[in-house]
């Protein structure tokens, strides 16, 4: 896995200058070209060095950025969108520099269908934002990838989270798009209809393009109720294979689990530090049910005799919305708290998912990798659906421990792989993970790509350089 994101040639100087002419004409002191908020644009927590864009147009409606794509386009300039920078393989790089089109004053909720159980909101809205303003309605938004992203920038990168074993994924949540094309017109991929036969399925196609198709400009996602009741609870285990099988025959019993963390025993000490815990420091699963009263009760009666089973011990569970609170904010810091265990080393967290019954298997060899190449990293994974991630902790001033760690890293993918498991569940690929995409769908594929590609994009002005190797 490299760790140098290649630059792109760019556009001739005097074009670019012509360029930035006209977007100060068009968005006066919204575009910015100052040295310190282009930076900010590029901001990356890989360890994919920063490539900044010439300029930044701060967009506040769909007029806005198909008024920047017509002048960006005839001069081939390049465009990436942006919402809050938290994406993790360098998505928002600039590496043949261009505009950063960045949404985040496009943060309104538009329309609320409670009958429907949808909404219509605009690109820059984070989740946190947007179920503030769902809240009184008895509505929420699950996908809970844990940084508050915007659900702009979720769709594009197909995120997913904490909840994703009971609410499914970014692909599994929208329901239309409003997409601002290269030519500068509006694509619309669906209607509100929960199901439709009528033609391609474009909805799917832009979510998890990652910006390279087009830029999404409105977005009508699913909502669920509020549960009447919830709990979370907690559960110790010997081993990860002991907490991956009590997993397995929770979801094979029917438990409808709302949320299923794994945490490795060097996770779980880094999060009893950071956020003040006293949790066992041994392999922790931490559950969340959802229903009524009755349902939560039973679910979690159910899921601790399934963990007795397994050889869990240490069951605790808790409907004190404040122990919740507690508990999974300090699954949420899980990356602050293992970037805490070493201060000074660089983190590097990536992601890999694999079928949920080859899930132990590919933990348990990737702790044997890491142990046997002297190399330190927690483990948190959703092992509902296979998905985790490793929080590498590199001195990126030892340069043989920065070989082992690229070794490591390029094993870890490869390894998932070979388990008929993904480079990414839920990161997606950016710069950071091109070379591994050809290896996993095909040659074939990867054309089929570069042809949609090409007839959506054909001057390759929506973020350049990602996704898809070098033709």
Request: charged residues 25%.
């Given at each position: 896995m490299g760790r140098f994101a290649a630059d792109l040639p760019r556009i001739d100087a005097k074009v670019l200058n012509g360029t930035l002419e006209a977007l100060a004409a068009r968005f006066g002191n919204r575009l910015v070209t100052s040295q310190a908020v282009r930076e900010q644009h590029a901001h990356t927590t890989s360890w994919?060095?920063?490539?900044?864009?010439?300029?930044?147009?701060?967009?506040?409606?769909?007029?806005d950025i198909q008024d920047a794509v017509r002048i960006c386009a005839p001069r081939k300039l390049p465009l990436i969108a942006y919402g809050t920078g938290t994406s993790l393989e360098g998505q928002v790089n600039a590496p043949a520099g261009g505009i950063a089109i960045d949404t985040r004053d496009m943060n309104r909720l538009l329309a609320v269908h409670a009958e429907d159980l949808d909404c219509v909101i605009e690109p820059g809205i984070t989740r946190k934002l947007l179920n503030e303003q769902l809240r009184d309605q008895g509505l929420f938004f699950p996908i809970d990838p844990g940084a508050d992203a915007s659900i702009g920038g979720m769709a594009a990168t197909r995120a997913s989270g904490t909840n994703a074993v009971r609410y499914g994924t970014m692909r599994d949540n929208v329901l239309a798009l409003k997409v601002v094309r290269a030519d500068?017109?509006?694509?619309?991929?669906?209607?509100?209809?929960?199901?439709?036969?009528?033609?391609?399925?474009?909805?799917?196609?832009?979510?998890?393009?990652?910006?390279?198709?087009?830029?999404?400009?409105?977005?009508?996602?699913?909502?669920?109720?509020?549960?009447?009741?919830?709990?979370?609870?907690?559960c110790s285990f010997p081993t990860v294979d002991e907490a991956c099988q009590a997993t397995i025959l929770a979801i094979q019993t029917g438990i409808p689990l709302a949320r299923?963390?794994?945490?490795?025993?060097?996770?779980v000490r880094a999060c009893n530090a950071y956020s003040k815990?006293?949790?066992?420091?041994?392999?922790?699963?931490?559950?969340?049910?959802?229903?009524?009263?009755?349902?939560?009760?039973?679910q979690s009666e159910r899921f601790g005799e399934i963990a007795k089973e397994c050889g869990g011990g240490n069951f605790e569970w808790t409907m004190r919305p404040e122990d919740r609170t507690r508990l999974w904010q300090a699954r949420h810091?899980?990356?602050?708290?293992?970037?805490?265990?070493?201060?000074?080393?660089?983190?590097v967290t990536t992601d890999v998912c694999v079928p949920i019954s080859r899930l132990a298997e590919c933990v348990t060899e990737t702790q044997r990798d890491l142990r046997e190449n002297r190399l330190v990293s927690a483990i948190v994974g959703h092992v509902g659906d296979g998905n985790f991630h490793t929080v590498l902790l590199c001195d990126m001033n030892d340069a043989d421990e920065v070989r082992r760690a690229e070794g490591y890293l390029d094993r870890l993918v490869k390894r998932a792989q070979a388990m008929d498991g993904t480079c990414t569940g839920e990161h997606g690929i950016g710069q950071g993970k091109q070379e591994y995409v050809a290896g996993e769908l095909g040659d074939e594929a990867i054309e089929t790509m570069r042809l949609v590609k090409r007839a959506l994009d054909p001057d390759n002005i929506f973020n350049p350089g990602k996704i898809l190797p070098a033709d």
């Amino acid at each position: 896995m490299g760790r140098f994101a290649a630059d792109l040639p760019r556009i001739d100087a005097k074009v670019l200058n012509g360029t930035l002419e006209a977007l100060a004409a068009r968005f006066g002191n919204r575009l910015v070209t100052s040295q310190a908020v282009r930076e900010q644009h590029a901001h990356t927590t890989s360890w994919l060095p920063r490539q900044p864009p010439d300029g930044v147009v701060f967009v506040q409606n769909v007029a806005d950025i198909q008024d920047a794509v017509r002048i960006c386009a005839p001069r081939k300039l390049p465009l990436i969108a942006y919402g809050t920078g938290t994406s993790l393989e360098g998505q928002v790089n600039a590496p043949a520099g261009g505009i950063a089109i960045d949404t985040r004053d496009m943060n309104r909720l538009l329309a609320v269908h409670a009958e429907d159980l949808d909404c219509v909101i605009e690109p820059g809205i984070t989740r946190k934002l947007l179920n503030e303003q769902l809240r009184d309605q008895g509505l929420f938004f699950p996908i809970d990838p844990g940084a508050d992203a915007s659900i702009g920038g979720m769709a594009a990168t197909r995120a997913s989270g904490t909840n994703a074993v009971r609410y499914g994924t970014m692909r599994d949540n929208v329901l239309a798009l409003k997409v601002v094309r290269a030519d500068g017109e509006i694509i619309n991929t669906a209607t509100r209809a929960k199901k439709s036969s009528a033609g391609y399925d474009l909805t799917r196609l832009f979510v998890g393009s990652e910006g390279t198709l087009g830029i999404i400009a409105e977005l009508t996602i699913r909502l669920h109720g509020i549960p009447e009741t919830i709990a979370a609870a907690s559960c110790s285990f010997p081993t990860v294979d002991e907490a991956c099988q009590a997993t397995i025959l929770a979801i094979q019993t029917g438990i409808p689990l709302a949320r299923i963390e794994l945490l490795d025993e060097m996770q779980v000490r880094a999060c009893n530090a950071y956020s003040k815990l006293s949790l066992p420091e041994t392999t922790l699963l931490l559950l969340e049910f959802h229903g009524t009263e009755a349902d939560v009760a039973g679910q979690s009666e159910r899921f601790g005799e399934i963990a007795k089973e397994c050889g869990g011990g240490n069951f605790e569970w808790t409907m004190r919305p404040e122990d919740r609170t507690r508990l999974w904010q300090a699954r949420h810091d899980a990356y602050w708290a293992a970037r805490a265990l070493r201060p000074g080393a660089e983190p590097v967290t990536t992601d890999v998912c694999v079928p949920i019954s080859r899930l132990a298997e590919c933990v348990t060899e990737t702790q044997r990798d890491l142990r046997e190449n002297r190399l330190v990293s927690a483990i948190v994974g959703h092992v509902g659906d296979g998905n985790f991630h490793t929080v590498l902790l590199c001195d990126m001033n030892d340069a043989d421990e920065v070989r082992r760690a690229e070794g490591y890293l390029d094993r870890l993918v490869k390894r998932a792989q070979a388990m008929d498991g993904t480079c990414t569940g839920e990161h997606g690929i950016g710069q950071g993970k091109q070379e591994y995409v050809a290896g996993e769908l095909g040659d074939e594929a990867i054309e089929t790509m570069r042809l949609v590609k090409r007839a959506l994009d054909p001057d390759n002005i929506f973020n350049p350089g990602k996704i898809l190797p070098a033709d």
